[in-house]
Nanobody, 122 residues
Framework: QVQLVESGGGLVQAGGSLRLSCVGS????????MGWFRQNRGQEREFVAV????????SYIDSVKGRFFISRDNDKNTVYLQMNDLKPSDTAVYHC???????????????WGQGTQVTVSS
């Protein structure tokens, strides 16, 4: 089992920044690709970003490219999502996820955190 706990969400004005963190425990953190997804009530969970096991490769959904940056520190068992120039459309519950495949489909990720709310006001 892998336990993931997110933090860093909150309320911010449009144009502001937040940094989300996700700490993992239970199994070697560096074994897994790590991703961030977001979800609003009544909607499907949406892929945001993924980072490879080593941290050397990243990928993003088009709507956040150039504004969001994913990184990881395997010594601290932590993955981060730096979010800049936030827009009201970024409002959602953000979940971190761990898995072997690292693709954009939520169903392929076996490990999930409970999520942290990000609200961007206009």
């Amino acid at each position: 089992q892998v336990q993931l706990v997110e933090s860093g969400g909150g309320l911010v004005q449009a144009g502001g920044s937040l940094r989300l963190s996700c700490v993992g425990s239970g199994r070697p953190f560096s074994r897994f690709a790590m991703g961030w997804f977001r979800q609003n009530r009544g909607q499907e969970r949406e892929f945001v970003a993924v980072v490879s096991r080593s941290g050397g490769d990243t990928s993003y959904i088009d709507s956040v490219k150039g504004r969001f940056f994913i990184s990881r520190d395997n010594d601290k068992n932590t993955v981060y999502l730096q979010m800049n120039d936030l827009k009201p459309s970024d409002t959602a519950v953000y979940h971190c996820a761990g898995g072997d495949r690292g693709d954009i489909s939520a169903v392929s990720w076996p490990y999930w955190g409970q999520g942290t709310q990000v609200t961007v006001s206009s």
